[in-house]
């Protein structure tokens, strides 16, 4: 992430677009995966591990400027990491079959963000209610071998899961 020696690994001028874009944009960072993507070719594999996680932890909505495949080929390439509460990078993995929370409208529940807190996807469910959209609550049990990434660095628990890892998934309200 920003500050860790992977980003330090990042070009001088990428760093310096992903502060500048931090300080227009504030804590939404809309523009990020926009950037990530224009920069993706240019970044050494440090740099992309470090890119990934601080857009993907940075953005409040990362798939909604650039696709769910997209994200999916960049986990990919930079493989399995962690943030953890002070942003710090790392590989601490869930080892167990772990149950999994969404809150979604029905076209977007087999979505890569879920978290361990069912609350945080009731919460994320009442939302998409109240802007009149059809918010559902689902759950799903994942293997370990499905999850992309754990972040634990939003109090949201956020794991990132491989859409064909959602095979149990069912909703709940």
């Given at each position: 992430m920003?500050?860790?020696?992977e980003f330090?690994s ?9 502060r500048?874009l931090?300080?227009?944009?504030g804590?939404s960072?809309e523009s990020?995966?926009q950037?990530?993507?224009d920069?993706w ?14 857009v993907w932890?940075?953005?409040?909505e990362?798939t ?5 495949a997209t994200?999916?080929?960049w ?11 002070q942003?710090?990078?790392?590989s601490?993995r869930?080892?167990?079959?772990t149950?999994?929370y969404?809150g979604?409208t029905?076209?977007r529940s087999r979505?890569?963000?879920w978290?361990v807190?069912?609350e945080?996807?009731e ?6 209610r109240?802007e009149?959209?059809d918010?559902?609550l689902y ?7 499905m ?8 109090d ?8 064909e890892?959602?095979d149990r ?5």
């Open positions: 920003m500050g860790s020696p330090a990042c070009p001088r001028e990428f760093q310096t677009a992903w500048e931090q300080i227009a944009e804590p960072g990020g995966p950037l990530l993507a920069w070719d240019r970044l050494g594999v440090d740099c992309r591990r470090a890119a990934v996680a601080s932890t940075m953005t409040r990362p909604r400027f650039v696709t769910a994200w999916l080929r986990l990919d390439a930079v493989g399995y990491f962690s943030v953890d509460r942003h710090h990078l790392g601490h869930l080892t167990q079959s149950p999994l969404r979604a029905p076209e979505g890569l963000a978290s807190k069912r945080v996807a919460t994320r469910a009442a939302f998409c109240s009149g959209l918010g559902k759950s799903c049990v994942v293997e370990p071998t999850i992309l990434a754990v972040l634990e660095c939003r949201e628990w956020e794991v990132l899961v491989r859409p890892g959602l998934m069912r909703e709940i309200i």
